[in-house]
């Protein structure tokens, strides 16, 4: 054949092969890394559809190879999943939608999806500048579920499980700014009265399981509303206001006498009753301090008028304090 060259032909073939097992080596490379990696791995093109992915994306979801194939549609991924129950019902269509929104480039990334079995994934997707997008997959349960135990040991009380100070001035500091809307609410702060002498008598142990069962009780009455222990033997309620000021009062009386009724710890019947005093956060209330000192000085009253008893935040209160503070402190305990 004119102009052929069995030498060059042979070279060219030669560096076909090679090219051919340089990128076989480069696949056997990637196949390797997406092996190995911790991250589920999702590519797609601009059409939606699957490019490549590893198995640890298919792990995490419980997809079956032939649904991880590529060319599948992002579409039929998701609807296997749902169809497989990967999700709880009620967050089929809004994870559906978060994602797409995620891939689309319009909602930020990471978020995370919560699975039916509990695990927490934290999904993000990287938009490509040819179109399409890749996503990675963190199974992020662990870490998730120490943080909220952070956060709930943060927010709450490590004896009773109750929020804490800390929570209630965040509830506060929002009720406040509500307050301002019309939407008005009634804090009542609680001292348990003689709980000093139940721990000078049995012990800081019972004490403290006295201090577990009054906070049960604050739950079961308060219903919905907020309860929260501010230390030592004081504890506060955060109810929505009634319309009248007699119903307020009546309701935070209902607290008391559930609190009134002796007490079974470790066979050892205890009598310890409470006071109250409490305070509506309108929208004259200036901040949450001057709800917990307006609930506070209500409280020194009742304590001073004989304990077992609520007293509602008025005018005179704040004018007859200073009389009532040393008599007060002596009472409370």
Partial sequence: MPGFDANTAAGERTSFERLVSELAR???HLEVILACMSQGIALFDINQRLLVSNRRYMNIYGVREELAAPGITIHDIIR??????AYPKTDHENNADRYMAMAQGTTPSPQLFRLRDGRMISVNCHALESGGWLSTHDDVTEMWTLQQEVEHMAYHDQLTGIGNRRLLEDRLQAACAEAKEGRESVLVLIDLDGFKAVNDEHGHQVGDKLLQAVAERLKENAGDAFAARLGGDEFAVLLPALQEDRGVSATAQCLIDGLQKPYDIGGIKLDCGASAGLTLIVRE????DQAIGEADKALYMS????????TAFSAPIRTDRADALPAAVGDRG
Wanted: net charge positive; hydrophobic share 25%; proline share 0%.
């Fill in 26 to 28: 480069q696949q056997a």
């Fill in 80 to 85: 296997h999943r749902i169809n497989a129950g």
């Fill in 285 to 288: 209330t200036g901040s949450m």
């Fill in 303 to 310: 304590k001073r008028s004989g304990k077992g008893r609520v």
